[in-house]
């Protein structure tokens, strides 16, 4: 097995970490990191549990080699709150109603938080649309629907999530 070094933003924190070849992001976060809120529900893409974002995007850790990650960006939903103050998406999550079990609760927030940035005034269906992969079996998906409506109203203090040309 080869190993290999990388070097990577975390959570706005740059971190080189030496991966196996076949190690993917969401175990580097998990095993070597102590970053367990990204969630392994399916390790085959299916459910979204493991979702972070790259560069910006949200992905699909337990789908992308970490070795992919060289140089790149990572939030994961550790990195959503900024000096004790949660991301209005976490706020509103909570105030909504919308974690059950919370097996889900990361993909949703971080996938939630991709969505709000690049639209900051979604529709019901905007919203459907963005957590289409993100699996939820306690919820019914209305509360957290509302939350992201809710979350959309309000003030954004984080922040922003760094792109790795900054
Ligand atoms: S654990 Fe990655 S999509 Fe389910
Ligand atoms: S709150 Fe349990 S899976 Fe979503």
């Given amino acids: 097995m080869a190993f290999h070094k990388i070097t990577i933003t975390i959570n706005d924190e740059l971190e080189q970490v030496v991966v196996p070849s076949n190690m993917t992001l969401m175990r580097m976060l998990r095993e070597t990191q102590a970053l367990t809120g990204t969630k392994n529900g399916c390790s085959a893409g299916e459910c979204g549990a493991c979702t972070v974002l790259m560069n910006g995007e949200p992905v699909n850790s337990c789908m992308i080699l970490a070795v992919e990650c060289d140089g790149g960006v990572i939030t994961t939903v550790e990195g959503l709150a900024h000096d004790r103050q949660l991301d209005p998406i976490q ?13 889900c609760t990361p993909g949703i927030l971080i996938s939630s938080r991709a969505l709000l940035n690049r639209n900051p005034n979604p529709s ?30 309000m003030k954004i203090v984080a922040a922003p999530i760094p792109m790795p040309s900054d």
């Avoid at 289409?132 to 509302?146: A, K, P, W």
């Fill in 91 to 103: 706020e509103a999550i909570i105030e909504a109603g919308g974690v059950q079990c919370g097996f």
């Fill in 124 to 153: 019901d269906e905007d919203i459907r649309e963005a957590l289409v992969g993100n699996l939820c079996r306690c919820t019914g998906y209305m509360r957290i629907v509302e939350a992201v409506k809710k979350a959309a109203g």
